[in-house]
């Protein structure tokens, strides 16, 4: 099995960064999509980014220009650079991958984190 522990949350006031990392562990075989998404207090799950294993990236339009992901895969690490952040980008930030183990006959799935949370103080 794939375990996600997601770190780097925190408060930090608006126009402020911040580094939000990715660690899969335990049997993994092999990552496809490593994804972020966030969900603010009353709102549903949101797309955030996207970094194929080939390094093309995705963005919504509203962290466009302003976030960064990245990818180690000799650490099975997904990063999220946070820049000029803004009240709106509060929210728990979630890691998901796709990803099969690395025992016979693991296949695909997608895994998720716990979240990290992030605070913007305006």
């Known amino acids: 099995q794939v375990q996600l522990q997601a770190s780097g949350g925190g408060l930090v006031q608006a126009g402020g960064s911040l580094r939000l990392s990715c660690a899969a562990s335990g049997s993994v075989g092999s990552i496809q999509d490593m994804n972020w998404y966030r969900q603010a207090p009353g709102r549903g799950r949101e797309f955030v980014s996207r970094?194929?294993?080939?390094?093309?990236?995705e963005y919504s339009d509203s962290v466009k220009g302003r976030f960064t992901i990245s990818r180690d895969n000799a650490k099975n690490t997904v990063y999220l650079q946070m820049n000029d952040l803004k009240f709106e980008d509060t929210a728990v930030y979630y890691c998901t991958v796709y990803a099969r183990g690395s025992s016979l006959g693991s296949t695909y799935q997608w895994y998720w984190g716990q979240g990290t949370q992030v605070t913007v103080s305006s």
């Open positions: 970094i194929t294993e080939l390094y093309d990236t």
